[in-house]
């Protein structure tokens, strides 16, 4: 993986356990990924956008407060960040939710936790 290509990335981690931001941030920047914010649920990562647009996010469908499928439905009626690539990274493997979540715009892959280095690089090669 080109490091050097990745370093200028802007990712946003959406997940409401700090130890999955944790896990996910070393994958990230050890195929060298240097920006990457963390939210802990979909409310904060709404506010997130109106202030700045990532490149990339990674999504948890379920957290407490808001959801990631609400979160995807404000995001896309409210138009935020139009361009931004979205991989899901959850927990669930119930097909009515790979389904569902692959219904909204820029969903660029659905991931199962944790986030490995390897699904990292094959992701960014999708970029």
Do not use: W
Not at 5 to 34: M, P, R
Not at 35 to 44: P, R, S, T, Y
């Amino acid at each position: 993986m080109n490091e050097a290509k990745h370093k200028n990335l802007n990712v946003l981690l959406v997940e409401d356990d700090d130890i999955t931001n944790f896990l996910s941030s070393i994958a990230l920047k050890k195929s060298g990924v240097k920006k990457i914010d963390a939210v802990l649920n979909g409310e904060q990562a709404i506010a997130y956008l109106k202030n700045k647009c990532p490149d990339l996010i990674f999504l948890d469908l379920n957290m407490p407060v808001m959801d990631g499928f609400d979160f995807l439905e404000i995001k896309q009626k409210k138009g935020f960040c139009l361009a931004t690539n979205i991989a899901i990274l959850t927990s669930s493997s119930r097909p009515v939710d790979i389904e569902r979540a692959r219904s909204f715009d820029n969903i660029i892959d659905y991931l199962e936790k944790p986030l490995s280095q390897t699904k990292v690089e094959n992701l960014l090669a999708k970029l």
